[in-house]
């Protein structure tokens, strides 16, 4: 069965550090894998996403992430946090088949920034 | 262009009392979804259509919630004699219906169960 697995709960960084939040998904073959983010009172924002071929994936207002199939991750990288960084940050994994475009979810991780 | 628009954004209800939430997709998205996202949890898949047919309720619980999308347009996701259990921020998100395209997520729903 598909699932996601997001290990850090709470990650705090100080203002202008690098960032790294991880994910790592359980999936039979190559998936198509997300992460979206949502800030406070407001619903999920698509940061990027990944489809089969280059693994370093570029997003949004300077993320990215990078698709490994030996690992079976989607790590979420920035190189320069910013204070409105703060947000719940969610990884997903669809299915390449079936035509079905649903997203299975992480429990997120929680982005702390410090000043 | 309009984005995924739900309502209402907030409901307190006493158990045992009905809500019917309502979202309006993007338009010319053929594929609806209801999410449910507990307090400090990612979202869980409820149900989803393509144009008016549901396509996957099987995490839906039947016996209080349903939902329909009766013209492949609006959707409304009632829930009957509500739980505490029930709390929880309800999303509504649309897509182009193939596999791989991006979810638009509307604001939500936020359900408090007393």
Redesign the interface.
């Known amino acids: 069965a598909q699932s ?1 697995t997001q290990p850090d709960a709470r990650v705090t960084v100080s203002e202008g550090a690098s960032l790294q939040l991880r994910c790592k998904y359980s999936y039979f073959g190559t998936p ?1 894998l ?1 992460w ?1 983010v949502q800030y406070p ?6 940061l990027l ?1 990944y ?1 089969p071929g280059d693994p370093v994936v570029q997003g949004v207002n300077g993320f990215e992430a990078e698709f490994s199939k030996s690992n079976s991750s989607f790590h979420l990288r920035k190189a320069s946090v910013h204070w409105s960084d703060w947000a719940v940050y ?1 990884c997903a994994v ?15 991780t929680t982005l702390q920034v410090q000043p | 262009e309009a984005g995924v628009t739900q309502s209402p954004r907030y409901a307190v209800l006493q158990e045992g009392q009905a809500v019917s939430f309502w979202c309006d997709p993007i338009s010319g998205h053929d594929t609806l979804y209801w999410y449910q996202q507990p307090r400090d949890q990612g979202p869980q898949l409820l149900v989803y259509f393509r144009d008016e047919a549901v396509i996957d309720n099987s995490q839906l619980p039947s016996d209080r919630f349903s939902a329909v999308r009766p013209k492949g347009t609006n959707s409304t996701l009632k829930i009957q004699s509500a739980k505490q259990g029930d709390t929880a921020t309800y999303l509504c998100a649309s897509s182009l219906g193939c596999s791989g395209n991006t979810l638009y997520f509307g604001e939500g729903s936020r359900l408090i169960v007393v």
């Open positions: 996601v198509y997300f979206y009172r407001q619903g999920l924002q698509l996403k489809y969610f669809s299915s390449i088949t079936g035509n079905t475009g649903k997203l299975i979810f992480g429990l997120g």
